[in-house]
């Protein structure tokens, strides 16, 4: 059984960097076509993808945020880490982890975490 | 980058069939294979259709998906409704570089 927990602070300041830690099992992340990523959601709005990063350490960041993102993985630990740098109110969200798995032809985002919420204000 | 158009929202009578729709902005719907999620208010997002057409394990039969090349766009559609099945649903494609998800549809069952 895969599963996805998400971790962090609730509560950032403006201009402070987050960091977000995705604890996984179930599954390796050295396994062919295997990704962990990220996706938002701000309160009441829709889910907005973030990054993406694949079992050969390639990683795919949103366009609109790739300056201020970086997605490192812990194999050790079975974690995923994602940074975002000078926060700013608009970035509260829930913010969610995802496993990237095999479907019958391709690979899709099949399983979510839970999600942890993060609240930028001063 | 490309975008997927939902419409914002749509509302249907239990026992019913209702579709919701996805457009895609630039490039082939057909190139893509597109996802479909369900979210319940206060819950994670889980898989209904994914691969165009595909349903999951545990995803009632009531639940199809089909791409339309024509109009350039994909299709969720619920058949014989239930007040269950109220949710907000996003498609979501990708491309070489990025997924995108559509802007999400609330569906009402009244």
């Known amino acids: 059984q895969i599963t996805l927990r998400e971790s962090g602070p609730t509560l950032v300041k403006p201009t402070q960097t987050l960091t977000l830690t995705c604890t996984f099992s179930g599954f390796s992340l050295s396994t062919s076509g295997v990704g962990v990523g990220w996706v938002r959601q701000p309160p009441g709005k829709a889910l907005e993808w973030l990054a993406l990063l694949y079992w050969d350490d390639d990683k795919r960041y949103s366009p609109s945020l790739k300056s201020r993102l970086t997605i490192t993985k812990d194999s050790s630990k079975n974690q995923v880490v994602l940074t975002m740098t000078n926060m700013d109110p608009v970035d509260t969200a829930t913010y969610f982890c995802?496993?990237?798995?095999?479907?019958?032809?391709?690979?899709?985002?099949?399983?979510w975490g839970k999600g942890t919420t993060v609240t930028v204000s001063s | 980058n490309f975008m997927l158009t939902q419409p914002h929202s749509v509302s249907e009578s239990p026992g019913k069939t209702v579709t919701i729709s996805c457009t895609r902005s630039?490039?082939?719907?057909?190139?893509?294979?597109v996802q479909w999620y369900q979210q319940r208010p206060g819950s994670s997002p889980t898989t209904v259709i994914y691969?165009?057409?595909?349903?999951p394990s545990g995803v009632p039969d009531r639940f199809s998906g089909s791409i339309d090349s024509s109009s350039n766009s994909a299709s969720l559609t619920i058949s014989g409704l239930k007040i269950e099945d109220e949710a907000d649903y996003y498609c979501?494609?990708?491309?070489?570089?990025?997924?995108?998800f559509g802007g999400g549809t609330k569906l009402t069952v009244l």
């Open positions: 979501q494609s990708y491309d070489t570089s990025s997924q995108v």
């Open positions: 630039s490039g082939s719907i057909a190139s893509n294979y």
């Open positions: 691969e165009d057409n595909q349903r």
């Open positions: 995802v496993h990237r798995g095999a479907g019958t032809y391709y690979y899709y985002m099949d399983v």
